[in-house]
């Protein structure tokens, strides 16, 4: 999935909170519904970008994650990571499998899109395996110390929760992990490393 792609849909407004604006979309083939969310960090894009690659610091953002594991990575920016989220009692957790990638976009943003990769591993017992899932973090620089930030996701949880659960509880994601993000992005204390791989890649300035 491309970042056209991600952006593209018939998105209804839902929420301005916290400076954070969701909005949902109905996807073609699913009853479950996509959702996008939107805010600016006051932060910088080198800054974010390392937030993303520095996976031991998911749990302090990603909303609901249990585990979070990287099962493969090469030097082209390709990553695929396994994730579980927490559900309500007594529904199983989910566990995800997505293979995310990082570019640059003719729009002129940087993307990581995410794409379910959800046959990569065998399915353990004791979990709940997501098989549709896909995405985009969107990140567009406004200045050199601010960044506009699209998050865009569909994700079917399974036959086993019922769509309109699934979509009560759609604006959580976006909202919290947003809200989360940018509280770590901005913490002046919170510097993680610069992977040097993206130097490879793409030019940062």
Same mark, same amino acid.
């Given at each position: 999935?491309?970042?056209?792609? &991600?952006?593209?849909?018939n998105w209804?407004?839902?929420?301005?909170?916290k400076?954070i604006? *969701?909005? +949902?979309?109905?996807?073609?083939?699913?009853?479950? #519904?996509?959702?996008?969310?939107e805010?600016?960090?006051d932060?910088s894009?080198?800054?974010?970008?390392?937030l993303?690659?520095?996976?031991?610091?998911y749990?302090?953002?990603?909303?609901? #994650?249990?585990e979070m594991?990287v099962?493969?990575?090469n030097?082209d #920016?390709?990553y695929?990571?396994r994730? *579980?989220?927490n559900?309500p009692?007594?529904i199983?957790?989910?566990?995800?499998? !997505?293979?995310?990638?990082?570019?640059a976009?003719?729009?002129g943003?940087?993307?990581?899109?995410?794409?379910?990769a959800h046959d990569? !591993?065998?399915?353990k017992p004791?979990?709940?395996?997501?098989r549709?899932?896909?995405? &985009?973090?969107i990140?567009?620089?406004?200045?050199e110390s601010r960044v506009?930030?699209?998050f *865009?996701?569909?994700?079917? @949880?399974?036959?086993d929760?019922? @769509?309109a659960? +699934?979509?009560?509880? #759609?604006?959580?994601?976006?909202?919290y +992990?947003?809200q989360?993000?940018? +509280?770590? &992005?901005?913490?002046?204390?919170?510097a993680?490393?610069?992977?040097? *791989?993206v130097d490879?890649?793409?030019h940062?300035?």
């Amino acid at each position: 999935m491309d970042v056209a792609t &991600a952006l593209q849909g018939n998105w209804e407004f839902r929420v301005d909170h916290k400076a954070i604006k *969701v909005y +949902s979309s109905k996807i073609r083939g699913s009853e479950v #519904l996509g959702f996008k969310g939107e805010t600016e960090f006051d932060v910088s894009l080198r800054k974010l970008i390392s937030l993303f690659h520095d996976f031991d610091s998911y749990g302090r953002w990603v909303h609901q #994650l249990s585990e979070m594991q990287v099962l493969h990575q090469n030097d082209d #920016l390709d990553y695929v990571v396994r994730q *579980v989220l927490n559900t309500p009692w007594p529904i199983p957790k989910r566990e995800m499998i !997505v293979r995310t990638e990082l570019h640059a976009s003719e729009e002129g943003a940087l993307a990581l899109t995410m794409n379910s990769a959800h046959d990569f !591993v065998p399915v353990k017992p004791d979990m709940y395996r997501v098989r549709e899932a896909w995405g &985009a973090w969107i990140l567009l620089p406004v200045n050199e110390s601010r960044v506009h930030v699209t998050f *865009v996701m569909h994700l079917d @949880p399974g036959a086993d929760i019922p @769509p309109a659960l +699934s979509n009560a509880a #759609l604006f959580e994601v976006p909202f919290y +992990s947003l809200q989360k993000m940018r +509280s770590l &992005a901005q913490d002046s204390s919170y510097a993680p490393p610069w992977p040097s *791989v993206v130097d490879n890649h793409i030019h940062i300035s």
